[in-house]
């Protein structure tokens, strides 16, 4: 019953969700370099300025923000094969490891110089160096990030991914790469999965029967798998600053309360029972986008069809969509726009020095 009673509360907001997230995946096929996840979360942003009164659909909208979500990142497993992730990817594994870090450290750097909100500069930092939106949405749950922070965020991504999918090929260019080359670059330096095919094409596109198009998104799945290692270990730094602030806060209880056992107690049980816990704070889902992984590679290698993957990964860009609207439907548009502006440069410094290190790393590995 309890739970009958919930899916009723969560219906009309998820249903809300889901009409958005249709028209914006129609709106995403005609113009792919965007893709349906921006224009959810534009749409959701957009509506949000005109409604104001959600409280029936209020639960169901934050229900497909955080829920959704997480399943729509397990529902991506199904689109990795690992054994062709390690066939391909492993020989741009120097280069990824760079760039990653590299926007890692940046995104660190700049979050302590220019005082930016640590969850923003985490999304941005880990958004830009592993892949977009899908980093992310599997970040986000994590480090408990808000809405508003998750909106500016894919905000800042989208911003550099269009300017990255328009002006790499010609750079590639006017740089000399080699076709194998360029689909490391784009692969390294892009970082949705939709900009790098669109750039990838363009390159395609100058360069008659170059086919980098391939190449390109094995590397840029390769990145993807960045996702497992990166949540583990924010999940653990998480764990550890709780469980550092609630040891803290039993030395403050014990100090000011020497003469009341009993409230003391009460308290100090009170803060074990929310403090660290590794269940608690491992990212399950992610756990199960591993394993995800791991049915696809195994089908894969006894003969069965990638179209059987299809629908399920065309699921899991829809459910991305509709958390991208509910997320919208959530954020200030005003106050994102008024403090977009440190984000913004931080995205910017990133996607500069990911793309200076993976043409770097080509240049110093004899790949360019």
Excluded at 150 to 158: E, H, P
Excluded at 170 to 182: A, C, D, H, M, R
Excluded at 256 to 269: I, K, S, T
Excluded at 322 to 333: E, F, K, P, R, S
Aim: aromatic content about 8%; some cysteine.
């Amino acid at each position: 019953m309890i739970f009958l009673e919930k899916v009723k509360l969560y219906i009309p907001g998820i249903f809300v969700c889901a009409a958005i997230a249709l028209g914006c995946t129609f709106l995403g096929q005609a113009f792919p370099l965007i893709g349906g996840p921006v224009f959810g979360i534009l749409a959701g942003m957009a509506i949000a300025l005109v409604w104001k009164r959600r409280d029936r659909t209020s639960q169901g909208i934050t229900f497909t923000s955080k829920k959704i979500l997480q399943y729509a990142v397990i529902l991506l497993g199904f689109g990795l094969n690992l054994a062709e992730v390690v066939r391909v990817g492993a020989q741009s594994l120097p280069v990824i490891v760079s760039t990653i870090a590299t926007a890692l450290i940046v995104a660190f750097v700049l979050c302590k110089a220019l005082h930016i909100p640590e969850r923003i500069a985490t999304l941005v930092g880990v958004g830009s160096s592993i892949c977009g939106g899908s980093a992310i949405a599997a970040t986000a749950p994590v480090i408990k990030a808000r809405d508003e922070e998750v909106a500016q965020a894919i905000s800042v991504i989208f911003l550099f991914n269009v300017i990255a999918a328009l002006v790499f090929p010609t750079l590639g260019s006017v740089l000399g790469l080699s076709n194998e080359g360029f689909a490391l670059f784009a692969g390294t330096a892009v970082n949705d999965t939709s900009s790098v095919t669109a750039a990838a094409a363009a390159w395609d596109g100058m360069h008659p029967g170059a086919n980098t198009l391939d190449q390109a998104t094995i590397v840029k799945l390769t990145r993807t798998l960045a996702i497992i290692p990166i949540t583990f270990v924010l999940a653990l730094w998480g764990a550890h600053k709780v469980k550092k602030a609630h040891k803290q806060k039993r030395a403050e209880l014990a100090a000011a309360h020497e003469n009341a056992a009993a409230e003391l107690e009460g308290e100090v049980h009170e803060l074990h029972n929310e403090g660290f816990s590794l269940k608690r704070s491992f990212p399950l889902f992610i756990l199960y986008f591993l394993l995800a992984s791991l049915i696809t590679t195994i089908a894969l290698g006894c003969g069965v069809s990638t179209e059987m993957f299809a629908p399920i990964k065309t699921l899991s860009k829809f459910f991305i969509t509709m958390a991208m609207v509910a997320i919208g439907l959530n954020t200030d548009l005003v106050k994102l726009v008024k403090s977009g502006g440190k984000p913004i440069f931080l995205g910017f410094c990133c996607c500069l020095a990911i793309a200076g290190v993976s043409l770097g790393m080509q240049y110093l590995l004899g790949l360019w």
